[in-house]
């Protein structure tokens, strides 16, 4: 039989460790430092849980460690894989499967208590655990789908939409009444997870595919804490403060972005939200005159300036040119031009996503700046070279009332004295509106793949 203080201080430990990762996860400087601590929290969690066992029959503990095998090595291969476009898709999917596990484990619960009821607490947690995480395992999965484009990225709606999602969601407590009632039906348990399961898909149908990284940090609050109850019904301390770490890191993300789009957590679970933005085609209509420049009309403008500010986006990430731009700031700075990039909190498609991106290319940390410390230096600086982003540069968000971003915390780089775009066409971005920065008479396009319109930067530099 186990010592009981030696699982309990080996939870604590993983404990420790998860915090202390949040904690340096907090920076790009030291994240990387904080996924290795997480893991290792992971670790010791996972083995204090085999130590705990006890005496058990072996063909278990071979079965959990072919489980723990198989988990390690499909997570080794697909992080390795994953491209950096292609991270919120990952952060989704694995977030469902989270939340479907916590479900699985709610269900085996009930299912090893026979024909006696859990106690009240137990039973009230299982249930809601067995909720929340079907929620999740749907709902990210259609997250997922729409940002992986194997399902259309715009809000699904038909006839009567509202009401069958109500219907479904009081037939889900109707359901959850029934085992606190009394009731020790595995099969109305089943049901209930099933039902649940269609609760999450009916959710996250009607919201836009550009509304998904709030819908997937939102989620991922909702497997925090599924995964919090379960650890209280299990008697995991590591679970259940590791569960209540995601929960609530998770939920103070979502506030972060809905803020930095001002949008409320209200719209966002009760608006219907995305669906007015996803559509596009509406908005401002901006006047002015768009001026072309060739990369090498481009480059006269760089040689003769003293600071730049580049503003990365989606479009980058998509060329992969973080490489490339780090040649071009390597170039810039032997010219003794100042180089810096100003970072929104929801450019790309998840929070961090350019940093991590940047940091990729070995970009200095010392060189990014959010939004908060770099926009009273756009007045100030010559140039302002913009890469794939298109809303968060949007001064519709300052300026027009009617358009769907008004309001919207925006990078000011209209205020630069010239601004110069990066796109491969006059597409919109996520708001599907026309930006106003296109058409003012300090901004210049430059057409083409962000990665070859870079590189033939570069070496248009070498020329002056």
Not at 164 to 172: G, K, P, S, Y
Not at 408 to 421: E, F, Q, R
């Amino acid at each position: 039989m186990t010592d009981h203080w030696l699982v309990e201080l080996g939870y604590l430990i993983g404990a420790v460790l998860f915090i202390l990762a949040l904690k340096l996860l907090n920076s790009p400087k030291t994240a990387r430092r904080g996924n290795w601590l997480a893991a290792l929290g992971m670790a010791i969690a996972l083995g204090t849980v085999g130590f705990s066992l006890g005496e058990v029959e072996t063909r278990n503990y071979i079965f959990i460690a072919i489980a723990v095998a198989a988990g390690t090595i499909i997570g080794s291969i697909s992080a390795k894989r994953v491209q950096m476009t292609a991270m919120p898709q990952m952060v989704a999917l694995f977030n469902g499967v989270g939340g479907g596990a916590v479900a699985l484990v709610a269900m085996i619960e009930f299912m090893a208590s026979g024909n006696e009821r859990l106690l009240p607490v137990p039973l009230v947690t299982a249930v809601l655990s067995a909720i929340i995480g079907s929620i999740s395992f749907s709902g990210s999965m259609i997250a997922y789908g729409k940002l992986q484009e194997l399902m259309p990225g715009k809000p699904i709606l038909y006839p009567g939409d509202k009401v069958v999602t109500a219907l479904v969601l009081m037939t889900v407590i109707a359901l959850a009444v029934l085992p606190i009632a009394g009731s020790t039906s595995v099969a109305l348990f089943a049901a209930l997870i099933g039902l649940a399961t269609i609760l999450g898909i009916l959710m996250v149908l009607p919201i836009g595919g550009a509304d998904m990284p709030v819908v997937i940090s939102l989620l991922n609050s909702f497997t925090g804490l599924a995964a919090g109850l379960a650890g209280f019904v299990l008697g995991n301390t590591a679970l259940l403060i590791g569960g209540g770490l995601v929960g609530a890191s998770g939920l103070i993300l979502t506030l972060q972005m809905c803020s930095a789009m001002n949008r409320s957590l209200e719209n966002v679970l009760f608006g219907a939200f995305g669906a007015a933005k996803s559509e596009g085609g509406e908005g401002t209509t901006a006047k002015g005159r768009m001026r072309s420049y060739s990369v090498e009309d481009a480059a006269i403008i760089f040689a003769s300036a003293r600071s730049v500010i580049i503003v990365p986006g989606y479009g980058l990430a998509v060329a992969q040119a973080q490489h490339v731009v780090k040649e071009l700031t390597e170039k810039l700075e032997e010219r003794g031009i100042q180089v810096k990039f100003a970072i929104h909190p929801v450019a790309g498609r998840m929070p961090g996503h350019m940093n991590v991106l940047l940091a990729e290319a070995d970009i200095s940390y010392d060189h990014l700046f959010d939004l908060e410390e770099i926009n009273s230096e756009f007045p100030e600086t010559d140039v302002a070279l913009v890469i794939g982003a298109n809303d968060v540069v949007n001064p519709a968000a300052r300026t027009d009332k009617s358009s769907p971003i008004y309001g919207m915390p925006i990078l000011d780089v209209d205020k630069a004295k010239t601004v110069i775009v990066s796109k491969r066409g006059m597409g919109a971005g996520f708001a599907g509106i026309e930006n106003e920065l296109f058409l003012r008479e300090n901004t210049v396009m430059v057409f083409g793949d962000a990665k070859s319109t870079m590189t033939k930067l570069v070496a248009a530099l070498d020329d002056f």
